[in-house]
């Protein structure tokens, strides 16, 4: 059902994202390459010193590869849903106006497709709008809470939950990975604000020029084998690319000082 989300779901009229909380990321030294002049590699204190964490909630659109961050001290209801409500309305508001319900029935089909095959699907409010979204997030108790979930329905946007030890199936793991390389990598933070500030600048960074994403399962892969159409895999979940990402890596092998 996920993956007809992530193939499907555009040609549907409907817009797809994922949610997830990445961390916490503590600030600490991050393994990784760094910029150092020659003969003076990075040092790093040798002691462990407790410097706090933090949360990253992230909300992704594959389709084009916008992403939508803020860090967070704890990832707590109280702080998550208040944020989900606030982006979810602007990503709505962006999206074309739906046209007035002229036949309930076939909006209520349309809703209950997206719960096909479940074994305990959720209750579906008596009055539904036209649907607009689909969001792709973990089986979190959170995320369930009934006031929450009326509050998706009431909007428009349909939970899709992933099973347990299904997390790959959400594709925002791989961007959260794409951007902690990116902010931490050879990194020493010295505080859960500054984690938060590079993260942030990284995605703005990353939404200056996106790189959408494609869904590539198992099942994917298996119809596509005779395909020539080259993807390149992400960490963290199922998703691909059609080009490349840069990765930075050492051209030479990191040599012995001899004192």
């Known amino acids: 059902m996920i ?116 074994t305990l699907p959720f209750t579906l409010p008596e009055k539904l709008p036209p649907l607009r979204l689909l969001l792709v997030w973990d089986n979190l108790t959170g995320h369930k809470t009934p006031e929450l979930v009326l509050w998706l329905c009431a909007h428009g946007i349909m939970p899709l939950y992933t099973p347990v030890g299904g997390s790959w199936l959400n594709m925002a793991e791989s961007i959260q990975r794409v951007l902690k390389r990116r902010a931490l990598a050879g990194q020493h933070p010295h505080s859960p604000v500054e984690i938060g500030s590079w993260f942030e600048q990284t995605a703005r960074g990353w939404n200056a020029q996106p790189t959408p994403f494609v869904w590539n399962g198992k099942r994917r892969q298996r119809r596509r084998r005779a395909s020539q159409d080259p993807l390149h895999r992400l960490g963290g979940s199922g998703a691909c690319t059609r080009q490349p990402l840069p990765q930075h890596r050492a051209k030479e092998p990191a040599k012995c000082q001899v004192l």
């Open 3 to 118: 993956e007809q989300a992530y193939t499907s779901g555009t040609q549907l009229g409907l817009s797809v994202w994922c949610e997830d909380e990445a961390g916490p990321f503590q600030a600490v030294p991050h393994p990784g390459v760094s910029w150092q002049p020659r003969r003076h590699p990075a040092i790093q204190p040798h002691e462990y010193v407790r410097g706090g964490t933090t949360k990253i909630l992230t909300l992704f659109h594959p389709a084009s590869g916008q992403v939508r961050l803020q860090s967070a001290e704890r990832c707590t209801n109280a702080v998550l849903h208040p944020w989900l409500r606030e982006h979810l309305s602007a990503v709505l508001a962006e999206l074309p106006a739906p046209a007035p319900v002229q036949d309930p029935a076939a909006t209520r089909t349309a809703w209950g497709m997206w719960q096909a095959g479940l």
